[in-house]
């Protein structure tokens, strides 16, 4: 059934005789148009006012066209002319939506159904039926419609509650229902432990939980025979290192001249891995034969001790003026630089700490490589002014011969290095 009217729909046109209505547009902003309110084809109650001759007029059922915007005059209820179209004279015509009247045609129950060549509208809360086919006709004796019987769904009566009943092991809310609301259906908690959802195991019935049994599990692919529950011992024994074992006691595989093996690599012409010696058996030695077994590898750190100025809005190359280890006297003091002498993969880590920082600067602290700038390890911009502490690690690849040096950059001039030697660093580490 179709809803014939919609809110605050009004057009004007300029239909003359007894054609279609063309629409020409809402006749105030407040109203809609009827494209707004109904599809293509749909049906759409209307009133025809013609605003120069006020003695015509028309209300009928129209059929909405989206692609022409205009309303074919499908069922005229009443008008000027009955219930025959009204030959419209020149002059505006005002374009009304609205329900039919109720002469329209007689209301229905629900035990009513209407057959092909029928048409159902509403008015206000009530349903009234047009006959199509008996020239718009009152239903009422229309031998086209049927009754609905008792069986057919059906009937008349009023439903004051709605409940669901549903298996144990679910449970319902909001059931029942009286007024309005949603009955939901939800697993029900409480329920007891290793059960699982299945139809019954033996004969065919509704699903429900129970508990799993022996025959719910499939043969699986294995042998289940012999006496693997009860069994004490090997059916056949074995041998280990010349012992024989059977499963119903530990055994002892004996070592012979184990004392006269030696305890040091050195023992065993191994020489090319140690240095002075060293024993791996002697826990107080153990640092220095790890080291002496990563001789050939950088192994750097270096810390700034004095403070120094950084320039304005330019990197400016950090000199860390003191060496806290150099394992292959790769870097230099007096440069800040350092220099691969191997080819490797390196992890490079920096900080620093930058005093005299003003409000809105950015801070930067990142790696050169042979002069150029590399990767950045962290920046900042800095709301206010005061201190900033800023660092981070990388991994270079290096060829022998780099050169390596951390840069610092303030935007504005004002900024310096220095502090704690904590704070202000330079490591690099040959990790391949």
Known sequence: MTNLAANRVQENSTLTGTGNITLAGATNPAMNTFASAFSDGALCGYIVLNLAVQTEWEQG?????????????????????????VNFSAGTKMVLNAGPPSSAGAAYSATQVYSPGDTAVLSGTTWYALAVCKSSTPATGNPNWTAL???GGGGSGTVTSVGLSVPAWLAVANSPVTTNGTLTVSAA????AKQFLATPNVAAGPVGLRTILPSDVPTLNQSTTGNAATATALATARTISGVSFNGTANITIPFPGLGSKPTTLAGYGITDGLKNSNNLSDVSNA???????????TNMAAALVGTQALSAAAFTPIIFDTAVYDSQSEYSTSTGIFTAKNSGTYFVSAGLYIGGVGAG???VVSVFVNGA????????????SGTAMIGGSSILQLNAGDQVQINGFSSVAGGSVGGAVKDN??????IQ
């Open 149 to 151: 019987g008792g069986g």
């Open 287 to 297: 640092t220095t034969a790890f080291n002496n077994l990563r001789t050939g590898f």
């Open 425 to 430: 660093y330079f490591r690099m580490v040959r």
């Open 61 to 85: 059922i129209g059929t909405f066209a989206a692609g022409t915007d205009s309303i074919a005059r499908t069922y005229v209820l009443a008008g000027s002319n009955g219930t025959s179209p």
């Open 189 to 192: 908690t409480g329920q007891a």
């Open 373 to 384: 700038e590399q990767t950045r390890l962290f920046q900042i911009y800095i709301a206010t």
């Open 361 to 363: 600067t950015n801070e």
